[in-house]
């Protein structure tokens, strides 16, 4: 018999599928047994059990490249918002053009499930965005310049 473990719901499944005759297989779930009976359009095919795929660890694009925006090489400088860890960006908070205070809130940034505030390190006026809300960063990404 072949095992698989699933999680379900958050409940914990056994699952081994032993021998395939012409219209039934045996499997036993959580250690009990069951004969399955096939379905008239399965009796000619053959059945095969994958184990689940594993989730892309980044999203994709159509082409299929990640999504994902890599730290700027010093783009801004002293003036530069910077990502403080990994995560996607939810909102803005300021545009281009606008006036902020040192300590004041410009975006959020969503990491582990958490939304979090990204502070402007520095007072001025946003000069630019250079990223845009649903883009994956990395810690230490520049967000935005601040002059």
Known sequence: ?????YKINGMKFTVAVGDITDDSVKVEVNGTPYMVELDESQKAKKVTV???KKAAAAPRNESGEKVIS??????????????????TI?????KVGDTVAAGDTVCI?????MENDVHASAGGTVKQIL????????????IMIIE
């Open 1 to 5: 018999m072949k095992e698989y473990k």
């Open 50 to 52: 994958a184990a689940p």
């Open 109 to 113: 940034l969503e990491a582990m499930k």
């Open 131 to 142: 990223v845009g809300v649903g883009d994956s960063v990395l810690e230490g990404t520049d």
């Open 90 to 94: 939810l909102s803005f908070n300021v």
């Open 70 to 87: 890599k730290p700027a090489p010093a783009a801004g400088g002293a003036g530069a918002v910077k990502s403080p860890l990994p995560g």
